[in-house]
């Protein structure tokens, strides 16, 4: 059984390629004019385009099912608003609001005179300002706390004289006689020994908007964006401003950015495809067959993306990357598709040698096609809705991209075939000589003669590329020092890789979804640079009945409680608690609160004392279903120390047994991803690697070169994983998307080389690489150099997600066609049994041994 080959799918798929091979070359005008009509009447789906735009930061790039969608669910139902008392921390959403950044230039103290005086110009500015004719301005829309609007307290303690007499101290200052965190408010603090102020290079103010009128609150926010980007030129202070909007609208205001690129692409994936399809011979010229064959891919990404646009499938910016991925695999098919042309004879009629390109390409061609769609089917099933619209559209582009090369490409290159057969000129169609005349000149020679071809084989003269790839190449790969040579090398490469696995980073920062010189970007530089000390506030809720009174038990969640406080990411000293603030109550009024009645009783006086812990308790009757205190983070610059804090606390909640106890925070919704993604990405290669060893098996007549495939795609996902660590590529959503299906691609040259070395007649296994090699190096050669090309104009996008894109596309490139014609071949010469005669004997032996 082990010698079986596997062919029993493969044979008859050829025979019906050949026949469809032979019917596109009798009947090629049809073939070529459908496709057209087909992609005018669907690309007229393309103006819906805007209206299909979906780009919701948190329905599309969080997981539809997080936890902390959950909590939040859970926080909205026990801790409703308060609109009359508004407590940033105790929001379960995040508000409508402006803010700014004004940063002391020239390292001078944001606290003295002349640089203070500039932020409140600038402030009083903000709060005049009026929008809709002058009749809504800040006091009309502002969040509210006892009928005053939430000011910037900062300003209030430094516009009174209370800091002249007693020093501001931090983080936390007495105003008022309440306890001001001001963590959040200002950045590059140096302090002395006993917490007093000495100076502060930055200071972040907030103008928070009520619960009104969207409408009236997205006009006021356009207006203060409006007054900030006019109003930018301060000699003292460096401005930075973001609003709530900002992020939701700097991503739809990008949705579209890849079209222009996307026709730059295919410009110099042209101009790179004309230039590899050069033939100095005037009839053999491929130069119009390169020009369509690219336009084939376009025209697959018109026909898929209308159709699904006229569907009503929503369009995420994570698709406008699918056409480039399209590109690589209709380059690569047209260059597969233009060597097997080359290899048929040229006096056969245009029917045959179509029949006999169709067997041998499209086969190969195929089994791409076919485990790229159902990866990409696969990954519909995935929590992230930009990763299901993602690879809807890539599935159906690949669809139709198969499609349009099997016809459209395939027509036009019968039709080539007929001009070539007629002995044409490539550019005027004139017939020409294909010999030299008698007295010509040079010049004639050059330009008006051609249709020469290689008289031994019947077939057309390779190119130097491919003979060199036959003559020096191919023989020096499998000399027995260098296959040692590429084997020592492919492990250094794989312990490379490995390592490198371990050092990639998670997680994404906010500026990475801003276009580099957006005040987006800017904003949240600033915030990482100057307010990084102190991350968000957290809430941490007793999420079920628990009897406060009963002091044991209370004790109990005191103790847990007081865990959290412990880790390295939390300030111990910046603590709000109802409950410990009650006890105090009870034991300044001498207070029983260990007994049920005498607790429940006094909490109302209490809350009238201090009304903001009212939010804090949901008291129905005389049962508290749920209450909350909060902890202060700090030291979270970067997102891998959110991944940290939010595992930590979360970890902290479980271990509690004295209640059942959540933690929570808005950004938590995002932070969700983190512990999706590595999950996601790792079953996404797996399911990858089973899809495409599945459709190997069934396709390619040798099950050990399958399983090669499958063993390629492992190695070639262990190096891109490596070197985007190398890169300063983060995993994310948004690159755990391109990574996850880059990788699928990795299956065009293991498949192609493996397809090639199996279906050799060759008699051994070095001479089947050479002969793989031979026939299919130049074109892998053409596909990976003509794609990395194309994609390289990403590399100056201002856009991260484009980069992201090109740095992995970059690497599934590089590397695998490295696996296609260094490793994969020599590879293979060292597992395959010996030359087809043994092999087959062997398989006669043990036919015969199972018969007795």
């Known amino acids: ?425 490539w550019l005027t169609c004139m017939k020409i000589p294909s010999d030299k005349p008698d007295g010509s000149s040079r010049m004639y020679n050059i330009c008006c003669v051609g249709g020469d071809y290689d008289k031994s084989t019947g077939a057309e003269k390779k190119q130097p590329a491919s003979n060199f790839f036959k003559d020096y190449y191919g023989p020096f790969l499998i000399k027995p020092w260098v296959k040692g040579a590429v084997i020592f090398l492919y492990v250094a490469y794989l312990a490379a890789s490995i390592y490198g696995c371990f050092d990639i980073q998670q997680g994404i920062e906010l500026y990475d979804l801003a276009a580099d010189n957006s005040h987006v970007t800017r904003f949240n530089r600033k915030d990482r640079e100057y307010f990084s000390d102190y991350g968000p506030s ?46 105090s109550y009870g034991q300044e009024n001498h207070l029983n609160l260990d007994e049920k009645d005498v607790f429940l009783k006094n909490l109302s006086p209490f809350f009238e004392l201090f009304p903001f812990f009212k939010q804090d308790v949901n008291l129905t009757g005389d049962v508290i279903y749920a209450s909350r205190v909060f902890v202060q983070t700090v030291d979270i610059n970067s997102a891998g120390m959110e991944i940290k804090m939010l595992g930590g606390l979360k970890s902290i909640a479980s271990d509690c047994s004295a209640a059942s106890l959540s933690v929570y925070n808005q950004e938590f919704i995002f932070y969700d991803q983190y512990s999706v993604v590595v999950k996601t990405t790792i079953k996404n290669v797996i399911v990858i690697t089973a899809v495409m060893l599945a459709v190997s098996l069934l396709l390619i007549p040798n099950p050990l070169c399958s399983l090669g495939v499958a063993c390629s795609i492992g190695s070639v996902t262990a190096g891109v994983t490596g070197f985007m660590a190398l890169w300063d590529v983060s995993l994310d959503s948004i690159s755990m998307i391109i990574f996850s299906i880059c990788i699928g691609f990795t299956v065009d040259f293991s498949a192609h080389v493996s397809y090639a070395f199996v279906s050799s007649k060759k008699p051994t296994a070095d001479q089947k690489a050479i002969e793989a090699l031979s026939n299919l190096g130049y074109p892998i050669l053409q596909g990976a150099l003509s794609t990395i090309v194309g994609v390289s104009v990403l590399a100056t996008c201002e856009f991260n997600t484009f980069r992201t894109f090109f740095k992995i596309f970059f690497l599934v490139m590089l590397i695998g066609m490295i696996h296609g014609l260094v490793f994969i071949p020599v590879m293979l010469t060292a597992v395959t049994c010996g030359s087809e005669e043994k092999q087959r004997d062997k398989c006669e032996t043990q036919e015969k041994v199972s018969k007795l």
């Open 1 to 425: 059984m082990g010698c079986r080959r596997t062919d029993c799918i493969s044979k008859p798929l050829s025979g019906l390629f050949g026949k469809l091979g032979s019917t596109v070359g009798s009947y090629p005008f049809y073939f070529f004019v459908f496709p057209i009509f087909l992609s005018a009447a669907l690309g007229g789906g393309f103006i819906f385009l805007n209206d299909r735009a979906d780009n919701d930061l948190e329905r599309q790039f969080t997981p539809r099912k997080g936890p902390s969608k959950v909590t939040r669910a859970f926080v909205r139902e026990n801790f409703p608003y308060n609109d009359s008392m508004f407590s940033e921390d105790r929001l379960y959403d995040k508000p409508d609001f402006a803010s700014l950044i004004a940063v002391a230039r020239d390292n001078l103290n944001i606290l003295d005179g002349l640089a203070f005086e500039d932020i409140i110009r600038l402030n009083n500015r903000i709060l005049n300002m009026t929008v809709d004719n002058g009749r809504l301005g800040f006091t009309d829309l502002c969040a509210k706390v006892n009928g005053e609007c939430v000011s910037n307290v900062i300003l209030d303690i430094l516009s009174s004289n209370e800091t002249e007499s007693h020093g501001l101290t931090y983080p936390t200052y007495t105003y008022r006689s309440s306890s001001v965190f001001l963590g959040s408010v200002l950045g590059g603090v140096v302090t002395d020994g006993s917490s007093s102020v000495r100076s502060a290079q930055a200071m972040k103010l907030f103008y928070f908007l009520g619960n009104h009128d969207a409408e009236a609150s997205k006009l006021w926010l356009k207006g203060f964006k409006a007054l900030l980007s006019a109003d930018m030129d301060h000699k003292l202070i460096d401005v930075s401003y973001y609003t709530s909007k900002s992020k939701q609208e700097e991503i739809d205001s990008h949705t579209t950015d890849g079209i222009p690129l996307f026709l730059i692409t295919y410009a110099c994936a042209i101009t790179f495809s004309v230039i590899s399809c050069l033939r100095m011979d005037n009839v053999r010229n491929k130069v119009w067959v390169a020009v369509f064959g690219v336009l084939s891919s376009g025209l697959a990404v018109l026909s898929s993306f209308g159709l699904l646009l006229y569907i009503g499938v929503p369009f995420v910016i994570t698709v406008a990357n699918s056409p480039f991925l399209i590109l690589g695999i209709g380059l690569n098919n047209m260059f597969i598709m233009v060597s097997d042309w080359q290899h048929t004879h040229v006096k056969d009629p245009v029917p045959d040698r179509m029949a006999h390109a169709y067997k041998e390409a499209i086969m190969s061609i195929t089994i791409t096609a076919l485990t790229d769609v159902l990866k990409f089917f696969i990954g519909v099933t995935s929590d992230f809705p930009s990763v299901q619209s993602f690879c809807l559209y890539t599935s159906t582009s690949i669809i139709f991209c198969y499609i349009y090369t099997i016809t459209f490409f395939g027509a036009f290159l019968a039709l080539n075939g007929r001009r070539e057969g007629s002995n044409r000129h």
């Open 538 to 583: 957290v809430m941490v809720i007793v999420s079920e009945p628990f009897p406060y009174w009963d002091k044991t038990k209370r004790l109990q969640l005191q103790a847990c409680m007081e865990d959290f406080r412990t880790p390295q990411f939390v300030d111990k000293d910046i603590y709000t608690s109802w409950l410990d603030s009650y006890l």
